[in-house]
């Protein structure tokens, strides 16, 4: 199946820095990414929705200022983590699909999390 | 709104015995259904999904999923429980309204399986 990397897998830093988080569809062409979050024993919240080569969509309560959404190429997108702050502190979660078309033929492919901790 | 509950925190099941994690939605128009698995400090992993046809479908690790409509719900099935099988699972349902990019999650079910 198809496979999506995440680096790094976690990540410690101090709070007021700013942390890159990569997402790499590793054999497959991923015209849509997702990134969500994850608090401990809760479910994954979508954050953002991004297509390549455009703006990325946030949802409702997220700070597209904090969380800067890259998605340059059709194998790699990036979530930055502007000036971090110790509620920042969660595990987020890439998914990456193929193709450009709705609907559920078109799988949706999860990275491994990468866990970030902000003292 | 397009929701997904999983009513258990937590199911605690003896190895070879049969498991069950209950999944109910609620959606506008036809459901497209998902469970995916969690293990430790890792992303997803893709179960099985209903589109349309059977109500019961098969996925992975021998694991299925019986739909019913009437009943809103998309329980997880296994005959019979691995102690590997302990994870994290969730029912998600497809948000078609946006054009079928959202993924809803539930809140997740915590699976033990004692040896």
């Known amino acids: 199946g198809a496979v999506v990397s995440q680096h790094p897998s976690w990540v410690i830093c101090k709070s007021g820095t700013s942390v890159k988080i990569e997402c790499r569809s590793l054999?497959?062409?991923?015209?849509?990414m997702f990134w969500y979050r994850q608090f401990p024993k809760q479910s994954l919240m979508l954050m953002a929705t991004s297509n390549e080569g455009s703006k990325a969509t946030y949802e409702q309560g997220v700070e597209k200022d904090k969380f800067l959404i890259n998605h340059a190429s059709l194998t790699l997108s990036t979530l930055t983590v502007t000036s971090a702050h110790p509620e920042d502190s969660s595990f987020y979660i890439c998914?990456?699909?193929?193709?450009?078309?709705?609907?559920?033929?078109?799988?949706?492919?999860f990275g491994p999390g990468t866990r970030l901790t902000v003292l | 709104a397009q929701s997904v509950a999983q009513p258990e925190d937590q199911v605690n099941v003896a190895e070879g015995n049969p498991l069950t994690v209950k999944c109910t939605y609620s959606?506008?128009?036809?459901?497209?259904l998902f469970w995916y698995v969690q293990y430790p400090n890792r992303g997803l992993q893709f179960l099985l999904k209903y589109i349309t046809g059977d109500n019961l479908v098969k996925g992975s690790y021998g694991f299925e999923a019986e739909f019913n409509k009437s009943q809103t719900s998309f329980h997880l099935k296994k005959p019979s429980a691995l102690v590997s099988d302990s994870a994290l699972y969730f029912c998600?349902?497809?948000?078609?309204?946006?054009?079928?990019?959202?993924?809803?999650f539930g809140a997740g079910t915590r699976l033990f399986v004692k040896a």
């Open positions: 959606v506008s128009g036809n459901p497209y």
């Open positions: 998914s990456a699909r193929e193709g450009k078309l709705a609907g559920v033929r078109v799988e949706q492919f």
């Open positions: 054999d497959f062409q991923a015209t849509t």
């Open positions: 998600a349902v497809r948000d078609m309204r946006t054009g079928g990019f959202k993924t809803i």
